[in-house]
């Protein structure tokens, strides 16, 4: 009781240091939560969340070093040329079996040129083509680039539950414009083996691409590319009929069981002849890198300014203890020495009186901490949600204990310096 009594009175005497050391508490405690789960967010998506991506891999023409081949200009290059039919995907990818990649799946998406009556395109010399995708997920990863609907509906790809799917179409909004377009329309795409027998389809709906992506950079117009299930374009004539042909921009994604199988696909895929005029890429890969490269870049700054944090918050912490218990205080401890009490007690007086504002503040800090790290992590990169979880509560547990257990021994040493005869021998100066 008279360690706490003492100790109270202390603190009201040294309001000042009290206040400063909780406000060093919680600026540290708060910033090494809010970090330690941002890095432990940055962690799990470059390990744990990545290692159980399912990537989808795809080899596409590199145009850029075609073109440079034919002296930079792009109207020399014959395209179908570098087109890979469905047999030469077949041969990869026995090639890449037989070398124990697993494929978890595939989708496709094949771009073939088409005549519709009464239909012309945006511009002069352009082409009207349509891009028959085998199902959602070879949409998100065409060559196409990812669309928004903006009249209309949606492809349907379950021909089973749904009766447009193998008979509806999306017409881009430029073409859309060009021809008068409107949703519900219908079109006679022509069968290019035989013309008397045209597929009519009906269009669900007008989109706009999401990316510019320009021809030259994707051997596609997006401004006069329609988009079809293959249902639509199978039976229309146009794609899946000879598997050695090259005539159509055939693009497939071979999905992978995790990320590991990724290099070893891509080792096995050029062994079997793939030459470096094709690009092997992850779009899933890309995709996921490109989201979480805010978190990580972000996570690197974070990792720096938590240490700077701690080095900053334990200089100033120290200095105050020191100021708290230093030279000013010589003479109250020599008269406690003196009347009986133990240095022991003093020691425990001196280290509570700078535990308590601490660890008051560590609490406050780490609490709020707690309810700021999502949302400050999703403001450093959106979706991240890091949360605190128990092995960072640990850490910030121990941090804190260790931090209150080296304040515990300075606090101990201090008592220990002052000797009873200190304040003796300053008096016995002064009378002289």
């Known amino acids: 009781m008279f360690v706490l009594k003492n100790t109270w009175a202390a603190m009201g005497r040294h309001k000042a240091q009290t206040i400063l050391l909780v406000l060093t508490a919680v600026a540290v405690s708060f910033g090494s939560i809010v970090s330690l789960s941002i890095l432990d967010a940055a962690n799990t998506a470059t390990t744990t969340t990545y290692n159980a991506l399912t990537p989808s891999v795809v080899f596409r023409v590199d145009r850029n070093r075609i073109i440079a081949k034919e002296g930079g200009d792009a109207s020399k290059v014959d395209w179908t040329k570098y087109n890979l039919s469905w047999e030469k995907y077949s041969e990869y990818v026995e090639k890449a079996t ?17 005549s519709i009556d009464g239909l012309s395109a945006t511009k002069d010399g352009a082409q009207l083509a ?35 799917a193998a008979s509806s179409v999306l017409v881009p909004q430029a073409l859309a414009t060009k021809n008068n377009l409107k949703v519900g329309d219908t079109i006679k795409l022509a069968n290019p083996t035989d013309a008397s027998q045209p597929l009519e389809v009906k269009i669900a709906g007008i989109y706009k691409t999401k990316s510019a992506a ?52 891509e ?21 996921y890198n490109e989201k979480i490269d805010p978190l990580k870049s972000g996570a690197g700054k974070v ?53 308590l504002p601490i660890l008051i503040g560590w609490i406050a800090g780490t609490v709020g901490g707690f309810f700021a790290a999502k949302p400050l992590s999703n403001a450093l990169a959106a979706g991240t949600d890091a949360a605190v979880n128990a092995g960072t509560i640990w850490t910030m547990v121990w941090i804190g204990l ?3 257990a080296v304040t515990m021994v300075i606090c101990l040493v201090r008592a220990n310096l002052t000797k009873a005869a200190t304040m003796l021998g300053s008096r016995m100066e002064e009378t002289r």
Do not use: C
């Open 98 to 114: 037989n070398a124990g990649v697993q494929l978890a799946n595939a989708h496709s998406g094949e771009t073939a040129k088409v």
């Open 214 to 265: 320009s021809e030259a950079q994707t051997g596609i117009d997006q401004d006069n590319t329609l988009l079809a299930s293959t249902a639509v374009t199978m039976s229309a004539g146009l794609t899946g009929v000879d598997t050695t042909a090259t005539n159509n921009l055939l693009d497939i994604a071979m999905v992978l069981q995790s990320p590991a199988d990724y290099s070893k696909f």
């Open 130 to 164: 349509i891009t028959g995708f085998s199902d959602a997920d070879a949409v998100a990863d065409s060559l196409n680039g990812s669309y928004t609907v903006v009249q209309g509906k949606d492809l349907s790809y379950d021909s089973n539950n749904d009766e447009n």
């Open 303 to 355: 990792r720096m300014g938590m240490i700077a944090l701690f080095v900053a918050g334990g200089v100033i912490a120290l200095l105050l203890i020191v100021w708290g218990i230093g030279r000013a205080r010589t003479g109250e401890v020599s008269f406690l020495t003196m009347v009986g009490v133990t240095r022991g007690r003093i020691g425990w007086q001196f280290s509570l009186e700078n535990l």
């Open 402 to 404: 260790g931090t209150l």
């Open 267 to 287: 080792t096995a895929v050029r062994k079997a002849g793939l030459s470096t005029d094709y690009m092997i890429s992850s779009p899933t890969i890309d995709k």
